[in-house]
């Protein structure tokens, strides 16, 4: 039951009513309105916009329109009220009958509740981390690793098909310095004394197993050869390595991707799919031979004004055209990443979303540009920027690991607070805002550790079942036996208020999915969890509200499937999110 969809459905029945009737022009649009909650919660359960939206065009009064349709809704049993508030908004309060009936959708539907096909199958192609193959990611990678995680699992919740991607940046400079670097600790391997490692390849420890490997698989054949001919050796193994290194990062976080896309196939099979769609674009006239205007302000070491193979990239939105080659002939970055973003529209992808760190915010208008061109307009491109992640120890920035030499791993993370709390606390902002994680607050167990927070409530719901099978040892604690139970029992303004808190969940489900913001779904489980836990409390302080009545059977049973309602959407969200739902502390 999606509460707001149904009564969506609804204020179409009237509206559609109302032209029947003539009071509506038959073939009036009625897009733009909406069924949601009010902004002020006392302003009842439910606001509708319809007369405002609809007065204009059909050439009748605000409030006027607003009387009539809150006239087609007054008349259901389960609607208490329906008010006519300021210019035309319409607000309905829902009678206290209607809440179980969403207790009991959730036991029937368990953690399928809020589960949408909003997206009708759309294919979705979410490519995350992305991170260059030359280190282990470090914490910032996370981020990204556990947004674009929990948005493939919150986008196929709605209903779309989804498919999860690594973009491997296998070819170029970056991995040239890499395969130098790996040289190095080869050579260190077979005995030499490498000293200091020079300035501009990598240091950290981490490469030190690719120059054993290098040694035990080649032994010392590569020492005497030139660069030239040791260079894509050593790059193919130490990438490799680098990958398996990711993806064990990865899998620590319970992350795995079906796609590992490798930017240096877009030139190294039979095609060159680059010049390809250069070409493609070429016959369109979005490529032409022209110069660029010199960037403002200070001009850069490596700025060239010259003759060069230019993009129509204005065209699509950007500030400025965009180059495809570099002077040496060789592609430009965003010649490969056009490309690549080509070969996913090819694959039949409907919608394209990345996710990238944050010092790649001015390369989303380019990309956004390119996306435009290459499909038509028919595709469309959501870049979410994920903000640093700043680390801390009881409120002191923590210093950098030794084993990657320049950042803090992921892996380092992970390792010392577990999989979880580095999950939801990666969700317990928008992306797109600094996050401060502390070592400390995560693993503390008080309500100002979200991750505790959300856990400890599914925790607690699991020990009232327990709880409950020592007093009702034949009682059957199964969701969809319990949606049976006499839930009209529940009428304590905190289960009510609990039961409410349950109907917004597919809403939040469906906002969250539209709006590519997987923390909403966090945010909610946080409220959620502070509901229940307010329950708990009120109970210990007024023991006729307890969960447990040992003289009343039938309120023990209606409460109890409260309960199991709250666990199945607790579990159902910690589910998209890619955090266990815990039964019991330990």
């Not at 064990?248 to 196939?265: G, K, Y």
């Not at 001015?362 to 491109?381: F, I, N, P």
């Not at 139970?485 to 039961?499: G, P, Q, S, T």
């Amino acid at each position: 039951m999606n509460l707001f969809a149904l009564f969506a459905g609804r204020v179409e029945a009237v509206l559609a009513a109302l032209q029947d009737a003539g009071g509506l022009p038959p073939n009036i649009a009625l897009s733009g309105i909406a069924v949601e909650p009010p902004r002020d919660p006392s302003h009842g359960d439910i606001a509708v916009n319809a007369a405002l939206v609809l007065a204009k065009k059909a050439g009748v009064p605000p409030r006027e329109l607003a009387e009539k349709i809150a006239a087609g809704l007054s008349d259901a049993d389960d609607v208490d009220a329906v008010e006519i508030a300021g210019p035309g908004f319409i607000n309905l309060r829902l009678a206290p009958a209607f809440w179980p009936k969403v207790a009991a959708a959730v036991l029937e539907l368990g953690t399928d509740f809020g589960k949408s096909d909003m997206g009708a199958g759309t294919r979705v192609n979410v490519e995350y981390v992305s991170a260059n193959p030359t280190g282990p990611l470090h914490v910032g990678h996370g981020r990204g690793a556990v947004f674009g995680d929990a948005l493939a699992n919150l986008l196929a919740f709605a209903g779309y098909d989804v498919t999860r991607e690594y973009y491997m940046n296998d070819m170029g400079a970056q991995v040239d310095t890499l395969a130098r670097s790996a040289y190095l600790r080869y050579r260190e391997a077979l005995g030499e004394d490498i000293g200091t490692i020079p300035e501009g390849l990598y240091p950290g420890d981490y490469l030190k197993p690719v120059g054993a490997e290098l040694a035990r698989q080649h032994g010392d054949a590569l020492a005497g050869e030139s660069e030239e001919a040791w260079l894509p050796i050593v790059r193919d193994l130490a990438v490799g390595m680098m990958m398996d290194t990711i993806r064990e990062d990865l899998a620590a976080l319970d992350i795995q991707q079906e796609v590992f896309f490798s930017e240096r196939s877009l030139i190294g099979g039979e095609t060159d799919k680059i010049g390809a769609t250069i070409e493609a674009l070429r016959e369109r006239d979005l490529i032409y031979e022209g110069r660029l205007p010199p960037p403002k302000g200070k001009l850069p070491e490596d700025w060239e004004d010259r003759e060069q193979t230019l993009f129509r990239a204005t065209a699509f939105g950007d500030d400025v055209d965009r180059a495809l080659y570099k002077s040496d002939g060789t592609y430009t970055y965003f010649a490969s990443d056009m490309a690549y973003h080509d070969d996913k529209l090819r694959r039949g992808f409907e919608s394209l979303i990345d996710v990238w760190g944050a010092d790649h915010g001015g390369y989303v208008k380019r990309l956004k540009a390119a996306v435009h061109a290459l499909s038509g307009g028919k595709a469309e491109l959501d870049v979410k920027i994920c903000q640093l992640v700043k680390l801390f120890r009881a409120g002191e920035p923590v210093k950098m690991s030794k084993r990657a030499g320049e950042f803090v791993t992921l892996r380092d993370v992970v390792d010392e607070v577990g999989r979880d709390p580095v999950r939801f606390m990666m969700l317990y902002r928008k992306n797109d805002a600094p996050l401060e994680f502390d070592f400390q607050k995560v693993t503390e167990q008080s309500r100002d550790n979200p991750v505790f927070y959300v856990q400890y409530a599914h925790a607690r719901a699991h020990s009232v079942f327990r709880n409950t099978k020592e007093v009702f040892p034949d009682l059957e604690i199964d969701p969809h036996f319990l949606s049976g139970v006499k839930l009209n029992l529940l009428n304590d303004e905190a289960e009510v208020a609990l039961m409410r808190r349950l109907a917004h969940y597919p809403r939040i489900v469906e906002a969250a999915a539209a709006a590519h913001e997987p923390h909403r779904v966090s945010f909610f489980l946080y409220e959620l969890a502070g509901d229940f836990h307010g329950l708990w409390n009120r109970g210990k302080e007024l023991p006729q509200l307890r969960f447990i009545n040992e003289h009343d059977r039938d309120l023990t049973m209606a409460r109890v499937a409260l309960v199991a309602a709250t666990s199945e959407v607790l579990a159902s969200g910690l589910r998209i999110l890619g955090v266990q739902a815990i039964r019991e502390m330990r």
